[in-house]
């Protein structure tokens, strides 16, 4: 989960970086070139990274927790509380994800229009 959410980190800060060279070529109203045309394809294998990410946590939080037949009262609690915890976390991740890949796509579309 750590390495997740550290490579979806590194995404997100790739995908600023990406977008503001894209405005600033959108900006200045040049044709694509060479470089913009390989940061379009990156950014396609960061969207589909980013797709994996966010089925694999979707798998996660759609597991059913586990059976906590055989475990004492006082740990019960204690292992539910922690499984919660880990269950909200990896929904907000998942919206996060979620809200990026829409972020993504717009981007997406950005840059197709702006090859055309």
Same mark, same amino acid.
């Given at each position: $989960?750590?390495?997740?959410?550290? +490579?979806? +980190?590194?995404?997100?800060?790739?995908?600023?970086?990406? @977008?503001?060279?894209?405005?600033?070529?959108?900006? @200045?109203?040049?044709?694509?070139?060479?470089?913009?045309?390989? $940061?379009?394809?990156? $950014?396609?294998? @960061? *969207?589909?990274?980013?797709?994996?990410?966010?089925?694999?946590?979707?798998?996660?939080?759609?597991?059913?927790?586990?059976?906590?037949?055989?475990?004492?009262?006082?740990?019960?609690?204690? $292992?539910?509380?922690?499984?919660?915890?880990?269950?909200?976390?990896? *929904?907000?991740?998942?919206?996060?994800?979620?809200?990026? +890949?829409?972020?993504?796509?717009?981007?997406?579309?950005?840059?197709?229009?702006?090859?055309?």
């Amino acid at each position: $989960l750590k390495a997740m959410k550290n +490579t979806h +980190t590194y995404m997100q800060r790739r995908l600023l970086h990406i @977008m503001h060279k894209v405005e600033i070529a959108r900006c @200045m109203n040049l044709p694509l070139q060479e470089q913009e045309i390989e $940061l379009a394809r990156r $950014l396609q294998v @960061m *969207l589909q990274q980013l797709e994996q990410h966010s089925s694999s946590l979707r798998d996660i939080s759609s597991q059913s927790p586990p059976s906590l037949d055989g475990v004492e009262m006082p740990d019960r609690q204690a $292992l539910k509380e922690v499984l919660e915890g880990q269950r909200e976390g990896l *929904l907000q991740l998942s919206h996060v994800v979620e809200s990026d +890949t829409r972020d993504l796509n717009l981007v997406k579309q950005q840059v197709a229009a702006a090859s055309h």
